[in-house]
DNA sequence: AGCACA
């Protein structure tokens, strides 16, 4: 079964994921990524060895966990293709609404892992500045392993967004047309002279970053997935 | 591949 066996659940599971981002930037990521489809209770992602490259995330609606589970299968997140299943277990943040959280039980796991969250803060020393190098252009990777995009010092958030490696043939129509579906949308800008870029306008940081979430590595054409950072200011 | 709740 698609599922893997486990029946849905309003909380999801996400593996593959890039195991060289900084937690946090991971997690906000990937909250922007996954708040389209729902509200989200709680997200968590620890980089342990056994649970890097891996996430949680707390659906308040189940049907909101099965729309990310169907609309996020293989997305391409930061190079990776994500592959979602349903979590084995009810979420504690769940529990605890529900008045079903037994902390007792944890305890002998909760033991178990002592040691290894010694590892982990050994570790999570270890994650130094080429780490932080490795991870600049995030999802646009691919595309500048293949030359076609120069790599540069990310933008901090803006509310405009400034899309790469476009096909000649892209219009403003066709942007619009895809940039129109994330609420804030304002404009696709495009310059005759510079052809295969193009800036879309969205109301406000959030918005335009959920767009970018959603459309980072969007093929217009076959060779050319897009490559969307943040306009400098 | 991996199923947690810093």
Known sequence: MLSGDVPP??????????EKLKKEEL?????ALCSQYGRILD????????LRG???????EITAA?????????FEFY?????VQYAKTKSDCIAKEDGTYAPKEKRKKQEEKAAE???RAEESQQTGPNAAAAQSNGFGNQASRQGKVPQEEAAPPNNILFI???PRETTDKMLQLLFQQYPGFREVRMIEAKPGIAFVEFEDDSQSNVAMMALQGFKIAPEYPMVITYAKK
Do not use: P
């Open 9 to 18: 659940n309003q909380t999801i599971y996400l593996r593959n994921l890039n």
């Open 27 to 31: 997690k906000r990521s990937l909250y």
């Open 43 to 50: 997200l968590v992602a620890l980089k342990t060895s056994k």
């Open 54 to 60: 891996q996430a949680w995330v707390v659906f308040s």
């Open 66 to 74: 099965t729309n990310a589970f169907r609309g996020l299968q293989e």
């Open 79 to 83: 190079g990776k293709k994500m592959q």
């Open 117 to 119: 969250k010694k590892r």
């Open 164 to 166: 790469e490696n476009l």
